[in-house]
């Protein structure tokens, strides 16, 4: 689970927990990480601790829809505010998760470690790094086949919903989906939540 999730991050603020596990999610991410100092370590570290400490599940409908904006964040580039104590905040996180991936696999914290650095490594580099590796020929060419995978899976699975982060232009068949109309008119109509709704 911890290398799915690793090799597609999505936030899971809007899953369902057992309370034990959000509890303890959320006390592990505290005492490990800094939001104020490195926005981007606590987000991946919740998230993944949701992962590691229990199971996962999709639901055969609609997860989430998310219209992108000049505010929006990303893990692709890191949002870290102390760059100079980078290092130091790489090493709290991925010394914290590699212990609880440790604990809950049975693998050994050695072994832990370096799944958790074949992930995020590049996180310890911050932003520049990651604009320099996106020039590359190889993270390019991936991309751009990535790209076409996905046009050729819209394609054949068009009735299907996403169960994949990813951007999606408005042309997308994807987009066509009668769900996916539902929720973006739902996100538009009410862009601030829906209002709550009582029956008398």
Known sequence: RFRQFAS???STFYSVYRTP????????????????RARIFPEILLSQMSVILGKVKFFPLL????????????????????Q???????????????AELAESSGTTLDN???E???????????????????????????????RLYHQLHDLLYRDE????RRRLSPTSSIC????????YRLMVEYPDGMPDFKTK
Request: hydrophobic share 40%; net charge negative.
């Open 8 to 10: 597609n991050w999505y």
């Open 21 to 36: 596990i959000l509890v303890r999610a959320y006390q592990i991410t505290d005492d490990h990480s800094d939001f104020l």
């Open 63 to 82: 997860y989430n829809l998310r219209e992108e904006h000049l505010s929006n964040e990303s893990t692709i580039i890191p949002n870290v505010q102390d």
């Open 84 to 98: 100079q104590c980078l290092s130091e905040l790489y090493a709290e996180f991925s010394d914290c998760l590699a």
């Open 112 to 114: 832990a470690k370096v």
């Open 116 to 146: 958790v650095e074949k992930f995020y490594g590049y996180l310890k580099h911050g932003a520049d790094a990651m604009a320099i590796r996106k020039k590359s020929l190889k993270f390019r060419l991936r991309r751009e086949a990535m």
């Open 161 to 164: 919903m996403l169960q994949t």
């Open 176 to 183: 066509r989906n009668e769900a996916w109309q539902t929720a």
